[in-house]
């Protein structure tokens, strides 16, 4: 069974910086595409970032580029979100995604219909 599992949530001043990790169980990392999405209080869930599974491939909503970015590190099967220049707007719970094996990350963005595997998700909170 594939696991993922996030860990880095926490509090931040807005202005400030955190990073977030994703490790992933088993032998399940390579050649996954992998991605973050996050659901702010009372909103819908919505996509942050994908990388594709050889890293050669990244994108971003609008509203965390050039703040934002996502590495993956294949040795240790985990993927991260390196956050900058936190927003209050960017208060969310943070949910870790893994692309299904038909998915390569390289031509379009990661979305819930190209998701087969969910971390539970870790929360960020920017203060102001």
């Known amino acids: 069974q594939v696991q993922l599992v996030e860990s880095g949530g926490g509090l931040v001043q807005a202005g400030g910086s955190l990073r977030i990790s994703c490790a992933a169980s088993?032998?399940?990392?390579?050649?996954?595409?992998m991605g973050w999405f996050r659901q702010p209080p009372g909103k819908e869930r919505e996509f942050v970032a994908s990388i594709s599974w050889g890293g050669g491939r990244t994108y971003y909503s609008d509203s965390v580029k050039g703040r934002f970015a996502i590495s993956r590190d294949g040795a240790k099967n985990t993927v991260y979100l390196q956050m900058n220049s936190l927003k209050p707007e960017d208060t969310a719970v943070y949910y870790c995604?893994?692309?299904?094996?038909?998915?390569?990350?390289?031509?379009?963005?990661?979305?819930?219909?190209?998701?087969?595997?969910w971390g539970q998700g870790t929360q960020v909170t920017v203060s102001s």
């Open positions: 995604a893994r692309g299904s094996r038909t998915y390569s990350g390289r031509d379009s963005p990661l979305s819930d219909q190209t998701v087969d595997v």
């Open positions: 088993g032998r399940t990392f390579n050649p996954f595409a």
